[in-house]
Each structure stands twice: as C-alpha cells, then as structure tokens.
C-alpha cells in the first residue's frame, strides 16, 4: 500500500481538456478567452457598481453582489488552466494542485446553489409579502444567508476534500476533463470509492438538490400570487424579473445534476465535459447580462460608474 502512495503522490495527473485535436485548440482557446474575459468583466463590473451605488444596497443587489464575486472566483478557478493547457504542450498538474482546485470548484459551486435560492427567496418575499419585504429581508437576515451559504459550501468542501485526499492512483493518470473534477478522478482510482459516491447521492444531495427544490417552490408561490395581481403591468414585470432567474437556475441545476448524480460506471467524459462548460462558464457569463440589462437601476449605476457620478437612493 505503502508503494501505491508513493506512485500517486509522485506522478501528476495529465488534463486532457476539451479535445486534444491540434487544429481545434486554436479555436477553442479565443472562444473560451471571449467567456472568460466577458464574464470577468460582467460580474465585476456589477459588483463595483453595487458596492458605489447607494441606491443599490436593497437586499437583492447585496445577495447579487455576493453572488457576482462567488461565479467571478468560480471561472478563475478552472479557466486560466484550461486556456493555459490549450496553448501549451504542459498539461500536467500536481496531486496537490488538483486537490486545491477541487476545494474551490467545490467551495465556489456549492455556494452558487445556496445563493441562488437565497436570490429566489427574497424575490418570494417581495412579491408575496411586500409589506414585510424590510423586516423579513433586513441587513441581519441577508447577512446571515450569505454567510451561511459560505460557511457550508467550505464545510461540503473540505469533507470532500479529506476523502478525496486518502484515494489511490496507481493507473492512469490522465484525466479526460479539462479541469481535476470527481467523476473522472473517481474512475482513476484504485481504492474503494462507494463511500464517496456515497456521500456525493446523500450530502452533495442536500447542498445541490434542496437548494433547487426551495427555488422551485418559491417560484410556484410567486406565479400563484402574479395571477392576483390587478395590473397587467405588474404581472408582466413581475413575470419578467422571475424569468431570467430560473433561466440561470435551470442551466446550472440541470447540468449540475446531471453530471454528478450518476453513478461513476456510468459517467461518459465528453457529455460531462459539455454539461460542466454550460455551469462553469457559460453560466457565470449569463448573470451579468441577465442582471444588467434588463435593470434599469443597474443600468443606471453602470453609467455612473463610468462617468464618475455618484447615484444616491433618491435618484433611483
């Protein structure tokens, strides 16, 4: 056993990325350069904007705020290493390495699910109980969300992290991902890995699953409470603000399930590829947009940003 150590903590793995066709490398290096450098961009912009803006300190712009940071942290995790790794005949990383990436991926990931039901839940208050929307959404009790989606995404992580850490790789060490990820690590290993499979359909259950199906039943209260709405215009911005969220909850919870709630036998490397692109960059690209564009107070706060003039609540 001892030799078996030695063997995995000595040789690194080897990422083989998106395709390890030379002729697609090129390409594929100025399309994800494009994502990453947009959503870099997208989401830091918004965070800057939210933390100069006085007018933009109301609870759901503090949780997008955190969230923005959490998918900015998310791409740079594994990105910079996947377009490094496309103009380079280098595509090794170190035990250690892939260990450390992991702890973000996982850390970041988890706590995008719980800031995204936060998210859901201050748009259920809004919408369902207005006139409590100051009391139940204080600064207390968003702080409290946010720093408990932090606080369990780093707790999910770690535990992750030290079973991870026991498992031998005494076959192959390349990896058919374009970033260190648990399937394909999984498939690697030479240890018993059920009791990590096992934790994954039960603990990774709750931090992935719940969040979604609390997100799901906010949004089914929320459109029985738009169908009582009296203006048609109320309906429509309500529906309006609702639909660009679950546009990004369904991306990101669909493909997430689907990538990691199978059983290892069964995980396919170039579908899980493809589903983990759409949570770990397409995603995270989506947000600003979808958050920006179609707020005006953002809006509003961007331009101010640029122009160096200071918004305030009153002009919002």
Same mark, same amino acid.
């Given at each position: 056993?001892? @030799? ?5 903590? $000595? ?10 066709? *030379? ?30 803006? /006085?007018?933009?300190?109301? *609870? ?12 900015? %942290? ?5 990105? *910079? ?31 995008? /699910? %719980? ?33 408990? @989606? ?6 999910? /992580? ?8 026991r498992l031998s790789f005494c076959a192959s ?32 259950? @709750? ?21 009582h709405l009296p203006s048609a215009s109320g309906?429509?911005? @309500?529906?309006?603000? %609702? ?19 199978? *059983? ?7 579908? $899980? %590829? ?43």
């Amino acid at each position: 056993m001892d @030799a078996v150590n030695e063997t995995s903590e $000595g040789a690194p793995f080897i990422l083989l990325g998106l395709t390890t066709s *030379p002729g697609q490398q090129g390409p594929l290096f100025v399309v994800f350069l494009v994502l990453y450098v947009a959503g870099i961009l997208g989401n830091g912009l918004i965070v800057a904007a939210i933390q100069a803006s /006085s007018a933009l300190h109301a *609870p759901m712009y503090f949780l997008l705020a955190h969230l923005s940071f959490a998918d900015l %942290c998310f791409t740079s995790v594994t990105v *910079p290493k996947m377009l490094a790794n496309l103009i380079s005949h280098d595509r090794s990383i170190s035990l250690a390495g892939c260990l450390t990436q992991m702890y973000f991926f996982f850390a970041l990931g988890v706590t995008d /699910s %719980c800031l995204l039901a936060a998210m859901a839940y201050d748009r259920y208050v809004a919408i369902r109980h207005p006139l409590h929307y100051a009391t139940r959404m204080s600064r207390a009790t968003c702080t409290a969300l946010v720093g408990t @989606a932090w606080l369990v995404s780093h707790v999910h /992580s770690l535990l992750h992290i030290l079973l991870m850490a026991r498992l031998s790789f005494c076959a192959s060490h390349q990896v058919p991902h374009f970033f260190c990820d648990h399937q394909p690590l999984l498939r690697l290993s030479c240890s018993d890995t059920r009791h990590i499979q096992l934790l994954i359909f039960t603990e990774g259950a @709750a931090v992935v699953v719940t969040p979604f199906l609390l997100i799901l039943a906010s949004y089914a209260a929320i459109a029985a409470a738009v169908l009582h709405l009296p203006s048609a215009s109320g309906r429509l911005r @309500a529906v309006s603000t %609702c639909t660009s969220h679950l546009a990004v909850v369904g991306l990101f919870y669909g493909t997430v399930i689907a990538v990691y709630f199978q *059983p290892t036998s069964q995980y396919k490397a170039e579908q $899980g %590829c493809v589903a983990t692109v759409m949570y770990t960059v397409v995603t995270p690209m989506l947000n600003p947009v979808i958050y920006s564009l179609r707020n005006r107070d953002m809006q509003g706060a961007l331009r101010a940003l640029f122009t160096g003039r200071r918004i305030s609540a009153s002009d919002s």
